[in-house]
Structure formats: structure tokens, C-alpha cells
């Protein structure tokens, strides 16, 4: 006998098909939405736990300065203990009051200001030159344009910053953080915060400007 097909048989494979094929789709959006997100997360997590380590190695220069005495750049490597491993944290602290005032920076002498930086006070005010800037200038600084930088007085322990405000600023992997302080005398509060910026270091990258370390 001649064998009749059903014709729906051809449409129910097709839409099986399309089915499947959708699921498809749908289950390879929701690996790839799951997978985003895990990654966001694990960012996160490590952006989180690199801004605790560089805030624990600011703390920890903090503590330190505040036991020694003495007018001077201290540079320090802060090896910090993470969840996912050891950073490491560049920090350098400034004494401000041994700068050239923020505000006199166009009548610093040419020739003191060669013996530190080849760049000029207009390239100083450049975005990408800050840190050479803040490393030189500030707020409270208290050297004369005309003046060299006072000599660096050799930091000894048993010493007192009370009332100082010095510059931190600590690096790690592709961030900065920078913070103005002041120093308190106190064991248990060192130092009061008076400004902190948190950026990418491409926003204010380190200074490879500098001919000697004031």
C-alpha cells in the first residue's frame, strides 16, 4: 500500500528545530551574562581589596613618621597581606612645610628650580606633570621662590610632627591615592585626614621629572 506521511510531521520537526535552537541562544546569553558578571565581581573584589591595602600601607607611614623626627621625603615599599595574595604599595610622604608656596609658583627663580626639574613653571601646571608640582609646591609651603629647598635633617626616632601636614601618596598596580595630613601627637588617632583623592594613575602618573629628591 502507498505510505502516507502525515504533514504535520514536517512542521513539528521545524519547530522543534527552532526550539532547540532558541534554547540554544537563550542558554549561551545567560553563560556569557553569568560570566560577565563573575568577572565585574572578581574586579571588584580586587579593586576593593587593593584600596584596603594601599589605605592599611598609608596608615602604617603614617605610624612611622609620626616616631621619627626630622624634615625629609621618606620612600617606602609596604608589602600588605590580601585574601588573594600579597600587594605591594609604593608610598611617599612630603613634608609641605618645606615646599615653595602654590601660589608663587610663576615667581620661583629659573635657576633654583633647574637644580630640581628641567620643567618649567608653565609645564608644571599641566595635568600630567601634578605630581611633580604637588612634589615641589604647596599650599603651606613655606620656602622662599628665591631659596633653595632647606636640607633634608636626617630622621631619627623618638621625634614629633605634631601640628605638620605632610602629603601621602601610595601606589598600586593602576591606582594612586594621595592624601593631605596632619599630624595629631596622638597614639591613637595619628593623623587627621584634610583631603584625600582616589584616581587612576594615568590621571596623575608618577614623576619621572625629578633631577634630585627635595
Not at 37 to 61: D, H, P
Not at 160 to 181: C, T
Request: aromatic share 4%; net charge neutral; glycine share 6%.
Amino acid at each position: 500500500m502507498p505510505r502516507h506521511e502525515d504533514p504535520q510531521a514536517g512542521y513539528a520537526s521545524l519547530t522543534a528545530i527552532i526550539l532547540c535552537a532558541a534554547l540554544s541562544i537563550l542558554c549561551t546569553g545567560m553563560i556569557t551574562l553569568a560570566t560577565s558578571q563573575a568577572r565585574s565581581a572578581k574586579r571588584a573584589l580586587y579593586r576593593a581589596q587593593q584600596q584596603e591595602a594601599m589605605n592599611t600601607a598609608l596608615l602604617r607611614t603614617g605610624a612611622h613618621i609620626a616616631m621619627i623626627s626630622g624634615a625629609a621625603t621618606v620612600t617606602r615599599d609596604e608589602a600588605i597581606a590580601t585574601p588573594q595574595g600579597t600587594m605591594t604599595v609604593h608610598v611617599r610622604a612630603e613634608q609641605e612645610a618645606r615646599k615653595w608656596p602654590l601660589g608663587q609658583i610663576e615667581k620661583i627663580d629659573p635657576k633654583i628650580l633647574a637644580d630640581y626639574t628641567a620643567l618649567s613653571p608653565e609645564a608644571l601646571g599641566q595635568t600630567q606633570n601634578q605630581d611633580c608640582r604637588k612634589t615641589l609646591f604647596s599650599e603651606v609651603g613655606q620656602t622662599p621662590p628665591d631659596h633653595a629647598f632647606p636640607k633634608p635633617v636626617g630622621l631619627i626616632a623618638s621625634g614629633s610632627h605634631d601640628g605638620e601636614v605632610w602629603r601621602l601618596r601610595a601606589v598600586s598596580g593602576n591606582r594612586v591615592i594621595e592624601e593631605d595630613v596632619r599630624f595629631l601627637g596622638d597614639p591613637s588617632h595619628i593623623y587627621a585626614i584634610v583631603s584625600q583623592d582616589e584616581k587612576a594613575l594615568g590621571e596623575s602618573p608618577t614623576c619621572r621629572y625629578l633631577k634630585t629628591q627635595p
